[in-house]
């Protein structure tokens, strides 16, 4: 499953919690302290679609009413927005087409069963997860909504204003490995209740705007720190609870690591001369995305270097202030290669030099 929230979104742009979900198409958790958590997990399109496909297998009309009950959900409508957002094609007619296909009557059973175990999430864990790697104030509030729908990309929406994850309900994602990429999608939408503080975004408003641009486009190394978060922390593989797949392939990519972290450099130096136009960041910003590319492995071992050598406090100053990752990840690898035996590239003293130029 693909993200994780950024992917899905433009670039620039330990508690107690108690859950009831399993019967009931709305699911609360909500900790004891009420201001950090509040999480609803929203199944209505789902069980919308799923209960016309029922009368589909059981040869029963399917009705207008049926279809009014879908496009009102919650979930459709907000996924609606969001495509239109996007500026993608998403209209009633071509959804009723992927409903009714064959394609999707054939996965009706699995995608029944996947639900009622995803239902079955530990979101208390979840948020639990998130909230370990993020600043004391905090707060995760989100709708989640696994949905049924064509394209099976997962992302967050409206992380500002009204944030909500989407996830594509994928038979072949355990209840383990979705209490996972809930804890990742968590910890986007915490991250985006506490950070920058308001002083660091100050200081980052006087900064050069090429300079300003950089440290937006370094925050995509957020993707790094979710898979930290949501794995538990820097002991545990990321991909503890996925496929061999995509464990075999994340491995693979890690191992790239001097190698993308060089690419990755060349692409902030350019930034910062002024070389590509807004619309060659973007892009060359989305292409480190891939199934989980730079963004997230060159970040995720920043993150491991750093709380390994300096503790994870010192990782949360990181974390919310993207001007300082670099210039500590750069501090704390030489102890790190001794200890660990790798030999791990570092970024350039002239990128570090622009980040730490006072504004």
């Not at 370990?132 to 104030?137: F, G, K, N, R």
């Not at 071992?301 to 919310?320: N, Q, T």
Request: glycine content about 4%.
């Amino acid at each position: 499953m693909r993200s994780n929230c950024a992917c899905g979104t433009r670039l620039l742009a330990c508690l107690i919690v108690t859950s009831i979900c399993l019967y009931s198409s709305v699911c609360y958790a909500q900790s004891a302290n009420l201001s950090r958590v509040n999480v609803r997990l929203i199944t209505d399109e789902a069980e919308a679609v799923l209960a016309i496909l029922a009368k589909r297998k059981a040869n029963e009309p399917v009705t207008d009413a049926d279809w009014q009950r879908l496009f009102s959900t919650d979930g459709y409508i907000r996924l609606k927005k969001r495509e239109a957002s996007m500026k993608r094609a998403f209209d009633d007619a071509d959804f009723r087409s992927f409903v009714m296909s064959d394609q999707t009557a054939e996965r009706a059973q699995a995608l029944a069963d996947t639900l009622t175990r995803w239902k079955r999430a530990d979101v208390t864990r979840a948020a639990s997860l998130a909230l370990a790697y993020l600043p004391e104030d905090a707060h995760i509030s989100a709708r989640i909504y696994p949905v049924i729908k064509p394209k099976a990309n997962s992302f967050v929406f409206e992380v500002k204003t009204d944030p909500a994850i989407f996830l594509y309900l994928d038979p072949a994602v355990t209840q383990e490995k979705f209490e996972n990429t809930l804890a990742h999608e968590l910890h986007h939408i915490g991250y985006g209740s506490s950070c920058p503080s308001a002083a660091t975004s100050t200081e980052i408003a006087k900064l050069p705007e090429n300079t300003q641009t950089l440290i937006k486009v370094i925050g995509a190394f957020g993707e790094g720190f979710a898979m930290l978060a949501a794995a538990g922390g820097p002991e545990i593989h990321p991909h503890a609870v996925s496929s061999l797949e995509d464990r075999t392939r994340w491995d693979r990519d890690v191992a790239n690591f001097n190698d993308d972290l060089k690419k990755v450099e060349q692409f902030f130096l350019d930034v910062v001369a002024g070389r590509l136009t807004e619309t060659q960041i973007e892009e060359k910003a989305q292409s480190f995305f891939g199934i989980q590319g730079p963004w997230y492995t060159v970040g995720w071992k920043m993150s491991v270097v750093i709380e390994k050598a300096f503790g994870r406090a010192r990782l949360l100053e990181c974390i919310c202030d993207e001007r300082k990752l670099l210039p500590t990840y750069n501090s704390a690898v030489a102890s790190y290669n001794k200890q660990s035996g790798e030999h791990l590239a570092i970024w350039s003293p002239a990128l570090l030099e622009v980040l730490q130029s006072p504004p």
